[in-house]
């Protein structure tokens, strides 16, 4: 359930019209819903603790949605945040995620980001591989301070949406082996500057079929079970993301309650906290896209554009993964649906949100809204073409905030300084 809905022939974000957002801050602009942020965050809380997963670390992926406004909602109602770069560390503890609910991921870690990561004081690191984690262990003892660790094990799973966002099989970058995970495990509790306190996986991205979920965990479970019984130390396991959302177009994806239903069948009786990283689930359907239409154009051939000024670098996902986004009229106009191509102003053919969808009546000047872009929308925007960084707005209840002004042309051109001999 998300809070954007039509009232009186109107797309509303709760009690706002997203007309007036338009109109006060101009388009594109991303405009995101704090009720549906909280009330994402907490059925999945709600629906692990009725299987009776206590306590879980649910550690929000920075990635899907690194906004501060967003991370802080989440903080307040007890998120941890999923980070895999410096940056992402300094937003959570920006956002006021305390240390200890910031997991670190990621398979490149540099040796000045893994620094930042133990003076922060982070949950957990999730070592990737075996270089990563004798990187890990030189720069804890430099700094005289012990690592606590995770393996992140690739549990050669295949899932996800789109090839691009599959990370669970072997051939994929991500992770260890579980041979290598019991290996390391134990060489890592020899080591004095190395704490390792459980094992993590996350198999892929937009995950609708519960299947591989299960077997993923299964065999995590197992894992635990192996390592307790070589009789080394194993508290947490972290069974990350992935969980899907509706786009509209795709399969239903599974509801929390009965993902909640898998992880808990997985992992009954094994005496560990468990940690989860969602992004999507929790942001996708809390944020939209909002645009206006330059114009129609109409070919004599019969393709009818429909051109918008919102952009692949503000909204890149259908250009990257051919992903489905539902677009919506903000004021439906009367008129049966016709066959539209939508497109934005940048100068490749790949900036095509969608090719022969039926949509109702278009004119120039009017708006439209992306759904579902609350998560890997903003977070992957750029400035391609030097159009400037689209900005993003709060709506909680009747009130929004700008959390993101649009900047103008001249900040854009101020961060670049001229070459001394130009
Ligand atoms: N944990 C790790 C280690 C991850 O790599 C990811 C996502 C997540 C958690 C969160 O996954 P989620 O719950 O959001 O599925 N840009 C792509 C998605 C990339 C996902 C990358 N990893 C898209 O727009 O579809």
Redesign the pocket.
């Known amino acids: 359930m998300n809070h954007f809905e039509l009232r009186d022939g109107e797309l509303y974000c709760e009690d706002v019209p997203l007309a007036a957002i338009a109109q006060a801050v101009g388009t594109p602009v991303y405009v995101y819903s704090t009720a549906t942020f909280e009330r994402h965050y907490t059925v999945l809380r709600e629906a692990l603790e009725a299987e009776g997963v206590h306590d879980p670390l649910i550690a929000f ?1 920075v ?2 949605n690194s906004n501060l406004a967003v991370l802080r909602t989440l903080a307040q109602l007890g998120a941890g945040a ?1 980070t895999v770069s410096e940056g992402e560390i300094r937003r959570a503890l920006a956002a006021g995620v305390p240390p200890e609910r910031i997991v670190f ?1 990621g398979v490149g870690k540099t040796r000045s980001e893994i620094a930042f990561a133990l003076d922060a004081g982070v949950c957990e690191i999730n070592v990737e591989s075996e270089p990563e984690m004798l990187a890990i262990a030189q720069v804890a003892q430099s700094l005289g301070k012990r690592a606590t660790i995770a393996f992140r094990v690739n549990p050669d799973v295949a899932a996800g949406g789109h090839a691009k ?1 599959a ?1 669970g099989k072997s051939e994929n970058k991500f992770g260890v082996s579980f041979a290598e995970a019991e290996r390391l495990y134990a060489q890592a509790s020899n080591n004095a500057w190395l704490k390792p306190v459980g094992v993590a996986c ?1 198999i892929g ?2 995950i609708t079929d519960l299947a591989p979920m299960a077997e993923a965990f299964e065999k995590m479970a197992g894992l635990v079970r192996r390592l307790k019984g070589e009789g080394l130390h194993v508290e947490r396991l972290d069974l ?4 899907g959302v509706p786009y509209f177009n795709q399969p239903e994806p599974p509801t929390p309650a009965d993902y909640a239903k898998v992880v808990a069948q997985a992992t009954r009786g094994l005496d560990v906290t468990l940690a989860f ?5 929790i942001a996708a359907n809390a944020g939209v896209l909002l645009a206006q239409v330059v114009h129609v154009h109409e070919r004599p051939e019969g393709r009818r554009f429909l051109v918008l000024d919102a952009a692949m670098n503000d909204l890149l ?1 259908p250009a990257m ?1 051919d ?1 489905y986004h539902d677009i919506r009229a903000v004021n439906p106009r009367e008129g049966e649906a016709r066959p539209y191509d939508v497109v934005g102003p940048v100068c490749e053919t790949g900036d095509t949100f969608t090719r022969d969808r039926a949509l109702p009546a278009f004119e120039s000047g009017d708006l439209v809204a992306f759904m579902s872009a609350g ?2 929308g903003a977070s ?1 925007a750029s400035e391609y073409n030097s159009r400037p960084l689209v900005p993003e707005v709060m709506v909680k209840g009747g009130d929004y905030a700008i959390v993101r002004p649009r900047p103008t042309y001249e900040e854009m051109l101020a961060r670049e300084t001229p070459a001394p001999w130009l």
């Open positions: 992926a990635k899907a999923d991921s966002i990370t996350h991205s937009q990350g993301g992935g969980l990283e969602p992004g999507r689930v996902r993964y992903a998560a890997y992957m």
